[in-house]
Protein backbone atom coordinates (compact mmCIF):
# COMPACT_ATOMS: atom_id res chain seq x y z
CA UNK A 1 0.00 0.00 0.00
CA UNK A 2 2.66 2.26 0.85
CA UNK A 3 3.71 2.07 -2.81
CA UNK A 4 0.42 3.21 -4.37
CA UNK A 5 0.64 6.58 -1.87
CA UNK A 6 4.59 7.24 -2.97
CA UNK A 7 2.85 7.02 -6.92
CA UNK A 8 0.33 9.15 -6.07
CA UNK A 9 2.34 11.16 -4.26
CA UNK A 10 4.47 11.71 -7.01
CA UNK A 11 1.46 12.59 -9.25
CA UNK A 12 0.62 15.75 -7.31
CA UNK A 13 4.34 16.73 -7.27
CA UNK A 14 3.99 16.38 -11.08
CA UNK A 15 0.99 18.29 -11.58
CA UNK A 16 2.36 21.38 -9.47
CA UNK A 17 3.64 24.27 -11.50
CA UNK A 18 7.24 24.92 -12.29
CA UNK A 19 7.60 21.01 -12.01
CA UNK A 20 10.56 19.21 -13.34
CA UNK A 21 8.91 15.95 -15.09
CA UNK A 22 12.49 14.54 -15.59
CA UNK A 23 12.57 14.36 -11.94
CA UNK A 24 9.15 12.64 -11.79
CA UNK A 25 9.92 10.27 -14.26
CA UNK A 26 13.01 8.83 -13.00
CA UNK A 27 11.14 8.55 -9.53
CA UNK A 28 8.69 7.08 -11.10
CA UNK A 29 10.49 5.00 -12.81
CA UNK A 30 12.32 3.51 -9.94
CA UNK A 31 9.35 2.40 -8.52
CA UNK A 32 8.07 0.40 -11.53
CA UNK A 33 11.42 -0.95 -11.58
CA UNK A 34 10.54 -2.45 -8.38
CA UNK A 35 7.53 -3.50 -8.94
CA UNK A 36 8.42 -5.39 -11.69
CA UNK A 37 11.39 -6.91 -9.50
CA UNK A 38 8.67 -8.01 -7.05
CA UNK A 39 10.63 -6.22 -4.64
CA UNK A 40 7.04 -4.14 -3.22
Keep these: M ?4 EEMNLL ?3 DQPGNQLDDYITRLNTILSQ ?3 GKL
Design 2 to 5: NIVR
Design 12 to 14: VEA
Design 35 to 37: KAA
